[in-house]
């Protein structure tokens, strides 16, 4: 789904940065170019980098329970 319509961004780029690192909406804006132009898209940007922080967290305490 794209979250930036200016940009061109999908969710699945923001997924992709939070994996690469992206920590907050300036790592997304500085990496991707998310909410550079209107702005609009700040809210759902800020979602989608919150649940794929979340996800990878989830999936890194099921790691360590299995090791």
Known sequence: MY???CQAV???QIREAAASG???LRDLRRDLGVTRDCGRCAS???ECL???R???A???S???LAA
Request: charged share 25%.
């Open 3 to 5: 979250v930036c319509v």
């Open 10 to 12: 999908t969710d699945r």
């Open 22 to 24: 992206a920590r907050t």
């Open 44 to 46: 759902c940007a800020h």
């Open 50 to 52: 919150r649940e794929a």
């Open 54 to 56: 979340q996800c990878q």
């Open 58 to 60: 989830s999936t890194s």
């Open 62 to 64: 099921a790691d360590l």
